[in-house]
């Protein structure tokens, strides 16, 4: 007994620390972390194919050519009309919804792809009715964006899936899915579905400004 009466303080210390540093992060602290993994990547290059589901759309399934540059530069190249959701190329562009949306809250847990997630609200400081918000489940382990929604009131815009893959010591998209509504692409389209597999990454091995040029 005497040893149990020793070493209960000791274990009861112990356990203090670890609740102390397990102590949730913020959900903006969560975010940061984030969108940090994705500032270890400076540029990237990808084959990216292209399959479009919409019903006043018709794009033939097609591989286009991908360049990124940080912070948010990406060139193009196709031999034909490619639609591409901008904040995907981006690795989720997560630094602009933090920008946008300054105020972050915890929204539930649960696991997405089979991973731990956090899900967050993202709302501007003054958010009143009918405000548009972003919400994102974040990877609780590796930090990786793995779904997004934007929201305009009532309605969800917006919806984007991530998987990745290791590429070069980074974990880069190797699918991503966007749901987009009727009326978010050209206020008079009927919304649809587009799918991006990546292949052929090639990671901070230096892309020239001058790639980026026709399209500034």
Not at 56 to 62: A, F, M, S
Not at 64 to 80: F, L, Q, T
Not at 112 to 120: F, N
Not at 152 to 171: D, K, L, N, P
């Amino acid at each position: 007994m005497l040893r149990w009466r020793v070493c209960l303080p000791g274990l009861i210390a112990v356990a203090a620390l670890l609740a102390q540093s397990a102590r949730a992060e913020t959900a903006m602290e969560m975010l940061r972390r984030a969108l940090a993994a994705t500032q270890t990547v400076e540029d990237y290059t990808a084959d990216v194919t292209v399959s479009v589901d919409s019903p006043n759309l018709q794009i033939p399934r097609r591989t286009v050519r991908v360049w990124y540059k940080r912070p948010d530069r990406v060139h193009v190249e196709s031999n034909g009309i490619a639609v591409l959701p901008r904040d995907a190329l981006l690795l989720g562009n997560l630094g602009k919804h933090i920008a946008d949306y300054a105020q972050a809250s915890f929204n539930g847990t649960g696991t997405l792809h089979g991973r731990p997630v956090h899900a967050i609200k993202l709302t501007p400081i003054d958010a009143g009715p009918g405000t548009g918000r972003v919400l994102v489940w974040i990877d609780s382990e590796r930090y990786l964006l793995l779904k997004s929604e934007i929201w305009r009131g009532g309605t969800r815009m917006i919806t984007v899936t991530f998987e990745y893959t290791q590429a070069s010591g980074h974990w880069m998209p190797s699918r991503i899915v966007a749901t987009v509504a009727p009326g978010a692409m050209t206020g008079g389209d009927e919304g649809g579905r587009i799918e991006m597999t990546f292949a052929k990454y090639r990671v901070n091995a230096g892309i020239p400004d001058s790639v980026f040029e026709e399209d500034e």
